[in-house]
């Protein structure tokens, strides 16, 4: 007692262990308490120790609980293989063909449970000519797994009986001085897998860590290598980094290092024009404050947001060439998606909404009759309004038009009558105009913020109401 009282007092206890290239960090430096960890995250690691196995937190949790962030979720790593995890756990299953891991359920919470694997040797590797790896699931020991891990930060264990961290890349200091560091050779790690590049921008945004030198600079040769990644994956990580809460911190940096041309090729004319970039970049922070209130996301809105602008422009030169406004939408929603899919293959599961959303912009400007009412009762209203009301703000249509709606879904029934009365009655000598295309890169675009007479007028000629 009085022994531990002066270590306390004194700071003995409070030393870094080295044990060969292993750093052990005791609580009293790091902080981390085991009340940080998820309950269920912990009951898995105390019962495989109870097993006679090693159990430990890993990866992302341990680098977020540094940072004083809630981590996203709580993976264990262990030295049991998934067959002896499986028999530890009476409700948990194996998942995966290339890496076997064990999800162990905890009433509604799931646990994954990996083992500790090694990074096949670079002549041992099987590898594309690129040098992308297609084998490393190889078992081994916890040093091994720590260096198969991608950055420093990411690789460190955290034993919730003994609050000890386990450290063999110096993550604890980079964290400390919010330093992304790459383990190993930068390029021969992006070479095995491009995805890190993708990675390094993700975690740095939404961590604000910087990229340290040496990891970056490879990024910038390196890029094209992206284009090997099997589409699923790519999507996948193009998903996390969308909805990380940091999406416009993200599509910034991807910009920046030169990174967005093979994923979202459209990206790049899109963010080339003024309008486009605006109306980009405010889905963006619209999507990542949503995050943030824990509000619902939906990856089709935001697909929906990227592509539009290319939409438009396609809609615009179809009708400039004599098409109907109707059937000129319907053929640049596919000609746009179809050329998408050929870079990043966004789901056709989404498409649905994607065009239910587009198609519904040009009913907004038909403000008159019972077409509003049929409008609001659209299944996808909400989500075409908030569709609208990214337009309104990028300066891509007038505000009016998306204040106008902003009341009239609230308001009584007599103020609607009315808004309805007031909005027809000046348009009659307006629909005398002759129909034209317009001649502008925009549609029903009015940069003015003047004047809508134009898309009003050929949208409600033009376009059913349901
Ligand atoms: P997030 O907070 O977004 O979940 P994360 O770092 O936890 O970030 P995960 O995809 O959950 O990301 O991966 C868990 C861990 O697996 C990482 O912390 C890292 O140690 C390791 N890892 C993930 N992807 C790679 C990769 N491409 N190469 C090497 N190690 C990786
Ligand atoms: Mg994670």
Redesign the pocket.
């Given at each position: 007692m009085i022994k531990r009282f002066f270590k306390h007092m004194f700071g003995k206890a409070a030393q870094i262990q080295i044990i060969g290239r292993c750093h052990i960090i005791p609580f009293e430096l790091h902080s981390v308490s085991r009340e940080g960890i998820s309950p269920a995250a912990r009951r898995v690691a105390e019962e495989l120790q109870a097993a006679g196995f090693q159990a430990f937190v890993?990866?992302?949790?341990?680098?977020?609980l540094l940072l004083n962030r809630y981590?996203?979720?709580f993976?264990i790593a262990t030295n049991a293989t998934p067959e002896a995890v499986r028999k530890v756990f009476r409700r948990s299953r194996i998942i995966g063909r290339r890496f076997r891991l064990v999800h162990v359920m905890f009433g509604s919470d799931t646990v994954e449970v990996s083992t500790f694997r090694r990074a096949i040797e670079h002549d041992e590797a099987e590898t594309d000519e690129h040098g992308r790896l297609l084998r490393d699931n190889e078992f081994g020991d916890q040093e091994q797994d720590a260096a198969?891990?991608?950055?420093t930060?990411?690789?460190m264990f955290y034993d919730p009986t003994t609050q000890a961290i386990y450290d063999y890349h110096h993550g604890y200091e980079d964290i400390r001085a919010n330093t992304l560091r790459m383990?190993g050779d930068p390029a021969v790690?992006y070479r095995?897998?491009p995805?890190?590049m993708l990675?390094a921008v993700?975690?740095s945004a939404?961590?604000g860590m910087q990229i340290e030198a040496a990891t970056a600079a490879p990024i910038s040769q390196l890029k094209d290598l992206l284009v090997n990644v099997p589409e699923a994956r790519l999507l996948d990580e193009m998903l996390?980094l969308l909805l990380?809460g940091h999406a416009y911190e993200c599509v910034k940096k991807l910009r920046s290092m030169n990174l967005h041309h093979g994923l979202l090729p459209m990206l790049d004319v899109i963010l080339e024009q003024p309008m486009g970039e605006k109306f980009v970049m405010l889905a963006l922070q619209n999507t990542d404050k949503r995050i943030s209130e824990d509000k619902p996301v939906s990856p089709a809105f935001l697909f929906a947001a990227l592509l539009w602008h290319e939409v438009l422009a396609v809609w615009t030169a179809r009708q400039q060439k004599g098409e109907r406004p109707v059937a000129a939408l319907h053929e640049a929603m596919n000609e746009v998606l179809e050329r998408q899919r050929a870079q990043l293959a966004i789901p056709r599961r989404y498409d649905t909404v994607m065009k239910e959303i587009w198609l519904l912009q040009p009913r907004f400007t038909q403000r008159s009759g019972q077409r509003p009412l049929r409008l609001l009762a659209q299944e996808r209203f909400r989500g075409a309004y908030d569709f609208l009301l990214l337009r309104c703000e990028s300066g891509e249509i007038d505000m009016q038009l998306g204040a106008w709606w902003t009341e009239f879904q609230d308001t009584s029934e007599e103020r609607r009558t009315e808004m309805l009365q007031i909005d027809e009655a000046p348009k009659k000598p307006r629909r005398r105009k002759k129909k034209a295309a317009p001649a502008s890169g925009d549609v029903q675009v009015n940069e003015t913020g003047q004047d809508e007479t134009k898309s009003d007028e050929y949208m409600q000629a033009e376009f059913p109401s349901d």
């Amino acid at each position: 007692m009085i022994k531990r009282f002066f270590k306390h007092m004194f700071g003995k206890a409070a030393q870094i262990q080295i044990i060969g290239r292993c750093h052990i960090i005791p609580f009293e430096l790091h902080s981390v308490s085991r009340e940080g960890i998820s309950p269920a995250a912990r009951r898995v690691a105390e019962e495989l120790q109870a097993a006679g196995f090693q159990a430990f937190v890993v990866g992302g949790a341990v680098r977020d609980l540094l940072l004083n962030r809630y981590p996203k979720d709580f993976d264990i790593a262990t030295n049991a293989t998934p067959e002896a995890v499986r028999k530890v756990f009476r409700r948990s299953r194996i998942i995966g063909r290339r890496f076997r891991l064990v999800h162990v359920m905890f009433g509604s919470d799931t646990v994954e449970v990996s083992t500790f694997r090694r990074a096949i040797e670079h002549d041992e590797a099987e590898t594309d000519e690129h040098g992308r790896l297609l084998r490393d699931n190889e078992f081994g020991d916890q040093e091994q797994d720590a260096a198969r891990r991608d950055f420093t930060a990411n690789a460190m264990f955290y034993d919730p009986t003994t609050q000890a961290i386990y450290d063999y890349h110096h993550g604890y200091e980079d964290i400390r001085a919010n330093t992304l560091r790459m383990i190993g050779d930068p390029a021969v790690r992006y070479r095995e897998d491009p995805v890190r590049m993708l990675r390094a921008v993700r975690l740095s945004a939404k961590l604000g860590m910087q990229i340290e030198a040496a990891t970056a600079a490879p990024i910038s040769q390196l890029k094209d290598l992206l284009v090997n990644v099997p589409e699923a994956r790519l999507l996948d990580e193009m998903l996390k980094l969308l909805l990380s809460g940091h999406a416009y911190e993200c599509v910034k940096k991807l910009r920046s290092m030169n990174l967005h041309h093979g994923l979202l090729p459209m990206l790049d004319v899109i963010l080339e024009q003024p309008m486009g970039e605006k109306f980009v970049m405010l889905a963006l922070q619209n999507t990542d404050k949503r995050i943030s209130e824990d509000k619902p996301v939906s990856p089709a809105f935001l697909f929906a947001a990227l592509l539009w602008h290319e939409v438009l422009a396609v809609w615009t030169a179809r009708q400039q060439k004599g098409e109907r406004p109707v059937a000129a939408l319907h053929e640049a929603m596919n000609e746009v998606l179809e050329r998408q899919r050929a870079q990043l293959a966004i789901p056709r599961r989404y498409d649905t909404v994607m065009k239910e959303i587009w198609l519904l912009q040009p009913r907004f400007t038909q403000r008159s009759g019972q077409r509003p009412l049929r409008l609001l009762a659209q299944e996808r209203f909400r989500g075409a309004y908030d569709f609208l009301l990214l337009r309104c703000e990028s300066g891509e249509i007038d505000m009016q038009l998306g204040a106008w709606w902003t009341e009239f879904q609230d308001t009584s029934e007599e103020r609607r009558t009315e808004m309805l009365q007031i909005d027809e009655a000046p348009k009659k000598p307006r629909r005398r105009k002759k129909k034209a295309a317009p001649a502008s890169g925009d549609v029903q675009v009015n940069e003015t913020g003047q004047d809508e007479t134009k898309s009003d007028e050929y949208m409600q000629a033009e376009f059913p109401s349901d």
